[in-house]
């Protein structure tokens, strides 16, 4: 049996400033979605990706993985949808027989490390049929609603109990194919659409279950966050 991995790229990343889809923005000289997809490749537990392209991009987005020698594994890139879960919907339908497992990250984490991803795919191998990496919660957070010009803070969670999601997350494939199909109705619109797919599966009154994260898988959103990528980096190359 194998594992596929979704790598998302249809993201327009316009907080970037950017006149180009946020995938395709460089770091380091290379665009985000390559050094994504290197990093799936070399941790040694994914057999094959699956990349959901901006729409028209197909074309650039295939030259620029399939090329690559350091992502030795098969690569098909299909146009991404509307959004993440549309995008997500569109990369799973490309399974084939022999995944049983599927990995969902996106290309906006391109640094994300190589035992991270091993210790998601093995969390799902050990019987975890759905599985998130998290990090603890350092600052403090509040729960509010609207009250005129302000919120009213309506409570104070317990933050050792919560957690920042991160990707890649793991699942067995039958799972995330049915959670996908009793969301699909949420697919296209951005307002009703999941946030990760972990949410989907959590509405199937699944269980999902939480690994260690890491802080080098961190998304790129602003040029803060681009900045920062390539201090990582340079410290890493050092």
Do not use: C, Y
Not at 92 to 109: C, K, P
Not at 136 to 152: I, M, N, S
């Amino acid at each position: 049996m194998t594992t596929l991995a979704i790598l998302t790229a249809a993201g327009s990343g316009s907080r970037l400033g950017r006149d180009l889809p946020k995938a395709l923005v460089e770091l380091d000289g290379f665009p985000l979605v390559l050094h994504a997809a290197r990093r799936l490749a070399a941790s040694g537990v994914v057999d094959s990706l699956v990349v959901t392209s901006p729409g028209g991009l197909v074309g650039v987005m295939t030259d620029l993985l399939a090329g690559d020698p350091h992502v030795p594994v098969p690569v098909v890139v299909t146009d991404g949808g509307p959004t993440r879960q549309a995008s997500v919907a569109a990369g799973l339908a490309l399974a084939r027989s022999t995944d049983d497992i599927v990995l969902v990250h996106d290309a906006a984490r391109p640094l994300v490390p190589a035992d991270l991803v091993q210790r998601v795919v093995g969390a799902v191998r050990n019987g975890h049929r759905a599985v998130v990496p998290g990090l603890p919660v350092t600052d403090t957070v509040k729960q509010v609603r609207p009250d005129g010009d302000a919120e009213l803070v309506t409570g104070t969670p317990d933050r050792s109990m919560l957690r920042a999601v991160q990707t890649p997350q793991g699942f067995d494939r039958e799972l995330l194919v049915r959670a996908h199909h009793e969301g699909a109705a949420r697919a296209l619109a951005e307002h009703l659409a999941a946030t990760d797919d972990a949410g989907l599966v959590e509405a199937l009154g699944e269980p999902v279950h939480i690994v260690a994260g890491d802080a080098a898988a961190f998304k790129i959103t602003t040029e803060r966050d681009l900045w920062f990528a390539s201090l990582v980096l340079q410290e890493t190359h050092a």
